[in-house]
């Protein structure tokens, strides 16, 4: 890997927001984007819009074209390896080579050990200059459920909880509209874009009547499939909740249950699934280890007296037996504050 050069990581930051333009479209592909640069000028812009439609490469190039633009000596910065083999389309190498660029910057590399590198082996043995690692690690966080799909063959779990300050996702009653603001519940839409399932625990369906649904923006076109986790949830409840069909009840009160539920959930190609809640869910699926990285979105509220805490059941009497978060962040959203984090450090 050689030295970048000046307005390598501008460029790629440029790839990078193109990407997220599609955001929760692309499951089970990563979400890509790529930005062509001829003479300090960017000339072809494209991003990966939807799985088995052109990618990132692809689309720049076309961009590029419709442009009045010759690709030729250009360089063209995308934020995944380039793909090297065929699929429902075909090699993005081949038409980098193709359109004889004489460099390609990549953001992060392929995370397919049958994958990792290949591109880079086919474009040098081109003649091709090609650099990678710029802005590498917003390029992975961007993608970390297909990162997480494609290395362990089971989507990445998260879990979504909302809380007041002292600990309550809900009143002894069970009431809990609002516990956060108008910003955060717009942050919990974005990431049901993300996610190809929400699970929520039978008790919260019936205390709190939830659509799980993506809702902003209205009309979207990939909702979620929905998980009642319930060992006393029936199929009658299922149908008055959710008439659409749309649900399903499945029981996942042991972690080999959750083991062969992920499993199966992989090999049908779901990369993110989202958990909701309640309290003794989050926290039953907490202590069987799967849940990969979370979000509290923490209110500034008091409830001042007992209410429904935010992870139920049996905790450890160690506090050196709690889980630590990684690579964590904490920001605020309204007048909320998010931390996130995940549950591995790897």
């Not at 090699?91 to 910057?105: E, L, M, N, Q, W």
Request: aromatic share 6%.
């Amino acid at each position: 890997m050689s030295d970048f050069v000046t307005g390598d990581s501008e460029y790629m930051l440029q790839a990078l927001a193109l990407a997220k333009l599609g955001w929760g479209l692309t499951n089970p592909n990563p979400m890509v984007g790529a930005v062509i640069v001829r003479d300090g000028k960017v000339i072809g812009e494209g991003f990966h819009r939807k799985a088995g439609e052109a990618h990132a490469e692809i689309n720049a190039i076309n961009d590029a074209l419709r442009r009045g633009h010759d690709t030729e000596k250009s360089t063209i910065y995308v934020t995944l390896e380039p793909c090297s083999s065929y699929g429902r389309t075909p090699p993005c190498t081949d038409a980098i080579i193709a359109h004889k660029f004489s460099r390609v910057v990549i953001g992060s590399l392929d995370p397919n050990p049958k994958h990792n590198g290949r591109a880079v082996e086919l474009l040098r043995a081109q003649g091709i200059e090609v650099e990678y690692g710029v802005e590498s690690a917003a390029c992975a966080k961007l993608n970390a459920a297909f990162f997480h799909w494609v290395t362990t063959g089971r989507p990445l779990v998260m879990l979504k909880m909302a809380m007041t300050l002292d600990g309550n996702i809900a009143t002894a009653s069970g009431n809990s509209k609002w516990v956060t603001g108008s910003e955060a519940r717009k942050r919990v839409q974005r990431l049901r874009r993300l996610s190809d399932a929400i699970i929520v625990g039978g008790n919260t369906v019936r205390c709190d009547h939830p659509q799980l649904t993506v809702r902003e923006p209205e009309n979207w076109e990939r909702q979620p499939m929905r998980f009642i986790a319930s060992t006393t949830f029936t199929e009658a409840e299922k149908n008055e909740f959710f008439p659409d069909g749309n649900a399903e009840i499945v029981d996942l009160s042991t972690p080999e249950l959750w083991e062969k539920f992920l499993r199966d959930a992989g090999e049908k190609k779901m990369i993110a699934i989202l958990l909701e809640g309640g309290g003794v869910f989050a926290g039953s699926a907490l202590r069987a280890g799967v849940v990969d990285y979370v979000e509290y979105h923490i209110a500034p509220k008091l409830l001042c007296g007992a209410g429904r805490q935010v992870s139920g059941g049996e905790a450890p009497e160690l506090m050196s037996h709690a889980r630590q978060l990684f690579n964590m962040d904490v920001e605020r959203c309204g007048d909320d504050i998010i931390v996130s984090g995940y549950l591995s450090g790897e």
